[in-house]
């Protein structure tokens, strides 16, 4: 096939939909394959950047997934789980999230401050004063509003424990309002 003829076919394809495009993507073991492709992977500042720029706003008033929706409608009425709120889980996910993360492991020496446990995929960023507290006394309704909340992105709110310990902590004093003393009397034991 020449390259005018593969610039004819393109052109006559763009903008159109291709079904099966669209069913690889819905299959298992292709969300798998990407998935494994892009574990690791460091995004560039500026990827990050113009994903943010790319989010904003998109998460107040009628532009929100849950706008008019009530009871059975809501996303997550059937399954409890699901229930995490778009917004908070747009912050969890953000490139300003990972980075502040990774931050915390490096100033921790990517170990647990509570074990010593340094195996790697094992640690979690625990935050002394719980995320949903800060998100809700802050009145946080979009991602730019989350980026402007300095104690968001405060590493002293945050403390590296591996997962057997970050469970422990969360047994003990619940998953939701945790605060600041709690934390320091559970690395004291």
């Known amino acids: 096939m020449t390259e005018e003829t593969k610039k004819k076919i393109?052109?006559?394809?763009?903008?159109?939909?291709?079904?099966?495009l669209i069913e690889m993507n819905k299959s298992k073991k292709m969300r798998e394959l990407v998935s494994k492709a892009l574990t690791g992977r460091i995004r560039t500042k500026e990827h990050c950047k113009h994903l943010s720029e790319s989010k904003k706003g998109k998460y107040l008033g009628e532009n929100s997934i849950l706008f008019g929706k009530r009871g059975k409608d809501t996303p997550g009425y059937k399954n409890p789980k699901d229930r995490i709120m778009p917004l908070m889980?747009?912050?969890r996910s953000s490139c300003r999230n990972k980075?502040?993360?990774?931050?915390?492991?490096?100033?921790?020496?990517?170990?647990?401050?509570?074990?010593?446990?340094?195996?790697?995929?094992n640690l979690n960023f625990h935050h002394k004063k719980s995320f949903n507290t800060i998100y809700t006394e802050n009145h946080i309704?979009?991602?730019e509003g989350a980026y402007n909340c300095p104690e968001f992105w405060d590493l002293n709110n945050g403390i590296t424990l591996?997962?057997?310990c970050h469970e422990e902590f969360h047994k003990k004093y619940g998953w939701k309002n945790t605060i600041i003393e709690q934390t320091e009397e559970f690395l004291k034991k």
């Open 10 to 20: 393109g052109k006559s394809n763009t903008g159109k939909k291709k079904p099966w």
């Open 141 to 143: 309704q979009s991602l």
């Open 162 to 164: 591996c997962r057997k």
């Open 99 to 121: 980075q502040y993360i990774q931050d915390g492991f490096s100033r921790d020496g990517y170990s647990c401050k509570k074990c010593g446990d340094n195996k790697g995929g």
């Open 89 to 91: 889980l747009a912050i």
